[in-house]
């Protein structure tokens, strides 16, 4: 049963390539099948590359870091103004890096 939201795929295109192409589609193509893949890009559908593992554990060590002194000093107002700058500094520099690790090139 198909719905209109998700109609079933009746049409085909063929692409032909040669062997230089092929090995440089499968380089570039991101986590799933070559058809999947190459519709969304003809669709227009913007690619998620995947992220260092590592990486994100250390950036998730560093927010949750910078969580707990930005509770502490709200708590406590044992911090300055300008300590809890920097933390709101590093936090949006943190969140550009994510973005700029996890979102595909055009």
């Not at 300590?83 to 973005?99: C, N, W």
């Amino acid at each position: 049963m198909t719905s209109d939201r998700f109609p079933k795929r009746t049409r085909e295109i063929t692409v032909r390539v040669n062997d230089k192409e092929l090995a440089q589609l499968k380089e570039r193509q991101q986590g799933t099948t070559m058809a999947r893949w190459l519709r969304d890009l003809g669709l227009g559908v913007s690619p998620i590359k995947q992220a260092d593992p590592e990486l994100v554990r250390a950036l998730g060590r560093i927010g949750s870091n910078l969580n707990q002194t930005a509770k502490h000093a709200n708590i406590n107002k044992e911090l300055d103004q300008n300590v809890l700058k920097e933390i709101e500094v590093i936090r949006g520099l943190i969140g550009q890096l994510l973005d700029d690790n996890l979102r595909g090139t055009p």
